[in-house]
T-cell receptor, first 115, second 114 residues
Framework: AQTVTQSQPEMSVQEAETVTLSCTYDTSESDYYLFWYKQPPSRQMILVIRQEAYKQQNATENRFSVNFQKAAKSFSLKISDSQLGDAAMYFCAYRSGNRDDKIIFGKGTRLHILP | DGGITQSPKYLFRKEGQNVTLSCEQN?????MYWYRQDPGQGLRLIYY???????QKGDIAEGYSVSREKKESFPLTVTSAQKNPTAFYLC?????????????FGDGTRLSIL
């Protein structure tokens, strides 16, 4: 069975600095998709970025980018120029490329932004 | 605007009582999901449905039931058999046909025991 591990329960970063959140996963599949979701204090889950496993190029969305290392099964999220609004729980998620629609979530990393 | 609506925002359950959480979406998504979120546990899948009139158990289905009579609706019933129902419940939906499609989430329902 696939698993997703986020080894950092909490992290802090100074405003305007860069921070990297770690995520590793375990799978025997070659076709899959990876996501990072953000959950601010309002508790709404918001998609931050996604990556297709067949793409070698790392996904980027404005200040958010990923470092996807397929062989190492690693999918870290980098947040540049951190802003106070980035404070939230961040969840890494895995979805198989087959017809199984389940998404597997990690336990999350709580990110604090220090002014 | 299209989206997912969960109601109520807060819900209280008495001992031995069944309660139903509502989830409605107008995104024309085929697949819908229910998750339970506890502190430090992340999201755990309760039930999911890929098509109308069909649903599958997730990782923690015991004490819960669902129905999918309409594409837009996927209500979750927390039965009296669920002995520890206090949690935050999130409903989600996705297109379902392609695995690269993300899930869209509602704003959640917080369930507490009286």
């Amino acid at each position: 069975a696939q698993t997703v591990t986020q080894s950092q329960p909490e992290m802090s970063v100074q405003e305007a600095e860069t921070v990297t959140l770690s995520c590793t996963y375990d799978t025997s599949e070659s076709d899959y998709y990876l996501f990072w979701y953000k959950q601010p204090p309002s508790r709404q889950m918001i998609l931050v970025i996604r990556q297709e496993a067949y793409k070698q190029q790392n996904a980027t969305e404005n200040r958010f980018s990923v470092n996807f290392q397929k062989a190492a099964k690693s999918f870290s999220l980098k947040i540049s120029d951190s802003q106070l609004g980035d404070a939230a729980m961040y969840f890494c998620a895995y979805r198989s490329g087959n017809r199984d629609d389940k998404i597997i979530f990690g336990k999350g990393t709580r990110l604090h932004i220090l002014p | 605007d299209g989206g997912i609506t969960q109601s109520p925002k807060y819900l209280f359950r008495k001992e031995g009582q069944n309660v139903t959480l509502s989830c409605e979406q107008n995104l024309n998504h085929d697949a819908m999901y229910w998750y339970r979120q506890d502190p430090g546990q992340g999201l755990r899948l309760i039930y999911y449905s890929q098509i109308v009139n069909d649903f599958q158990k997730g990782d923690i289905a015991e004490g819960y039931s669902v129905s999918r009579e309409k594409k837009e609706s996927f209500p979750l019933t927390v039965t009296s058999a669920q002995k520890n129902p206090t949690a935050f419940y999130l409903c989600a939906s996705s297109l379902g046909d392609s695995s690269n499609q993300p899930q869209h989430f509602g704003d959640g329902t917080r369930l507490s025991i009286l």
